[in-house]
Nanobody, 121 residues
């Protein structure tokens, strides 16, 4: 199985920046899609950003122009650079990785433990 370890969350004032990291380890042959989701209390989990193995990026409209997703394939790590943070960005952020354990294997989805991001006004 794949283990995802997140880091980088914390408390920041509006307008500040944070950089989230998510490192994948375990039985990994190849990694396809990697992404970040977030969930605020009483809200549904939503996609924030995703990046394919080819580098194609997709962002939620609410974060376009402020957040940047990137990946380091050598380290099996995905990052989320968050700039110009707003109070409405406050949520638990979860990373998601689709990885195959061996050549020709199915891609399985794994979730990180979640990291709290709190933006004060």
């Amino acid at each position: 199985q794949v283990q995802l370890v997140e880091s980088g969350g914390g408390l920041v004032q509006a307008g500040g920046s944070l950089r989230l990291s998510c490192a994948a380890s375990g039985s990994i042959f190849s990694v396809n899609r990697m992404g970040w989701y977030r969930q605020a209390p009483g809200k549904q989990r939503e996609l924030v950003a995703a990046i394919t193995s080819g580098g194609t990026r997709n962002y939620a409209d609410s974060v376009k122009g402020r957040f940047t997703i990137s990946r380091d394939n050598a380290k099996n790590t995905v990052y989320l650079q968050m700039n110009s943070l707003k109070p409405e960005d406050t949520a638990v952020y979860y990373c998601n990785v689709e990885a195959a354990p061996y050549s020709g294997g199915y891609y399985y989805t794994s979730w990180g433990q979640g990291t709290q991001v709190t933006v004060s006004s």
